[in-house]
């Protein structure tokens, strides 16, 4: 089964000790090069940290929906891209399973859930969403770029059910350029609006005129909230 496979990672290392992660989904059809690439030409020299490790994973080649069932490396599969049907919870599961086990490599290397973020562009950040709001929500963080979740997502039923727990959840940092036609900014506000009412610290930001792509000034917004919830002298 695709989703089993050890995927594929691109991992830019620290410049000194390592004590925290980033694990950074990219968007359907793109690669973990593809993204680190992307990040690169859009802010130089990129995400880089002198005590955080960024790993890029690509998701496997499996058959999708949107595209008629053709071949494509997406995260999961989706009856079609809106937030007003089911979502296919079953390759939505079976890839944050996957993803589980990056995140105890990182743990088997010394670094603890709480200084490990989890975050993705478009379809990456709606799985990064299902991953920490219902399987790792003792993560520092978790961020969503250009990103929604179905308007009757489980992850909302997730965190009304960690809240009620009394366990807490990580902080959301969203961002959403207000000229996306793919992703519509309005679904991303709603997914921000719907776990904020479950509970959940959210931080929506808009960016005018911006499309279905990474902006410098939102990058430059992401890394300081990185530093923010990843300070370089924590243990």
């Keep these: 089964m695709a989703a089993m496979e050890k995927l594929r990672k691109c991992v ?19 690669t ?7 990040v690169r030409d859009v802010m130089t020299p990129g995400l880089t940290f002198a005590h955080i490790r960024v790993i890029y994973p690509s998701a496997p080649a499996r058959p999708y ?17 809106s937030h007003d049907c089911p979502e296919h919870l ?5 890839m944050c399973n996957t993803l589980g086990s990056i995140i105890q490599d990182e743990v088997n290397a010394g670094i603890p859930k709480h200084r490990i973020i989890i975050g993705g562009f478009s379809m990456g950040g709606a799985l ?8 790792q929500p003792d993560v520092a963080g978790v961020f969503a770029l250009s990103s929604f979740l179905n308007k009757d997502s489980v992850a909302f039923k997730a965190v009304e059910e960690q809240v009620r727990a009394g366990q807490s959840l990580p902080e959301l940092l969203q961002c959403h350029g ?6 519509l900014h309005q679904w991303g506000e ?10 959940m610290t959210t931080g929506f930001h808009s960016l005018p005129g911006l499309y279905h792509q990474l902006s410098q000034p939102e990058l430059e917004l992401l890394k300081t909230w990185i530093l923010r919830k990843l300070p370089p002298n924590s243990s």
Aim: proline share 3%; with cysteine.
């Design 32 to 38: 973990g090069q593809g993204l680190r690439a992307w």
């Design 90 to 94: 079953q390759s939505i599961d079976a």
């Design 128 to 135: 990064a969403l299902h991953l920490v709001c219902r399987y």
């Design 12 to 30: 830019v290392s620290p410049t000194g000790k390592h004590t925290a992660s980033v694990i950074f989904l990219h968007g359907s059809g793109d």
């Design 190 to 199: 709603d997914t921000a609006m719907l776990l904020q009412k479950a509970g």
């Design 65 to 81: 929906t949107p595209m008629h069932g053709a071949l494509s490396t997406v995260w999961f599969d989706r009856y079609k891209i």
């Design 178 to 183: 207000t000229s996306d036609e793919l992703v």
